[in-house]
């Protein structure tokens, strides 16, 4: 089976909408697309057309360009916009309702659905197993971020530590695509939560690098995150809680 490909596409002012293409049967999904513009000009520069929309939960920023993508995709066949069951309401161009336990396809490639509540109630993630011939690859919108996770909004530390629980689990080589880049800021305040963690320390130099030089810092990595993030590291929900006051704080 062909690995999916994955392309960046910053929009807004720190968002990222992932485009992935699985090459065999020529499907093309975007992940969370907050604005239509250029998430269709990132197609179109690949000769690709966009058959399928993704949403992990219902904030604008996540879901902004579902009409305006469904409305050009009607040039080539439409496209249909999968999303969590627990928040239809609140995301009405929804097609395809989701929730833990169900499989999503890509082409040749499918997806498991993962509820993840705390962001938000409904908020899930898209697992690949088999994204890549290396590994795979999971679509976790503002549930984990590098080095962070996502305000807890509408859920619970307790909610929030059982996500972290699951998703260090996987394989240390999967791939974690989050919504947005908040890399630096989440570096500078993890090394205050663990400030004799030499690999934490040794990734907030190479962030300050990267971000210097204009260089997105994800995708990132389950193994990268098991050894930098103190969210994914809390031994407690306890614990992840008072961390995260501490972040919304700082
Ligand atoms: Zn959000
Ligand atoms: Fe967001």
């Not at 058959?51 to 993508?69: L, M």
């Amino acid at each position: 089976m062909a690995a999916l490909e994955i392309v960046r596409i910053p929009v807004l002012s720190d968002n990222y909408v992932w485009l992935v293409h699985e090459p065999e049967s020529g499907a093309t999904m975007a992940v969370d697309p907050a604005v239509a513009e250029p998430v269709l000009a990132a197609a179109e520069t690949r000769g690709w057309t966009i058959t399928d929309i993704w949403n992990t939960h219902w904030h604008p920023d996540h879901t902004g360009g579902n009409a305006a993508i469904k409305e050009a995709a009607k040039a080539w066949g439409g496209c249909t916009i999968t999303g969590p069951a627990a928040e239809y309401e609140r995301i009405p161009t929804l097609d395809v309702q989701v929730r833990d336990g169900d499989r999503v396809r890509l082409g040749n490639h499918v997806a498991d659905v993962w509820d993840v509540p705390a962001h938000t109630a409904g908020h899930i993630a898209y697992h690949f197993a088999d994204a890549f011939a290396d590994g795979g690859a999971i679509f976790v919108g503002d549930t984990l971020f590098a080095m962070g996770c996502g305000r807890l909004f509408e859920g619970t530390a307790d909610q929030m530590y059982a996500n972290m629980r699951r998703l260090a689990a996987l394989d240390d080589a999967t791939r974690v695509y989050c919504a947005h880049e908040y890399t630096l800021s989440n570096a500078r305040f993890a090394v205050t939560v663990e400030p004799g963690n030499a690999a934490l320390a040794a990734r907030l130099a190479a962030v300050e690098a990267a971000r210097a030089a204009g260089v997105a810092t994800v995708p990132t990595s389950i193994g990268e995150e098991r050894a930098t993030n103190p969210f994914l590291r809390a031994g407690s929900a306890a614990e992840l809680g008072r961390i995260r006051a501490l972040k919304d704080a700082a």
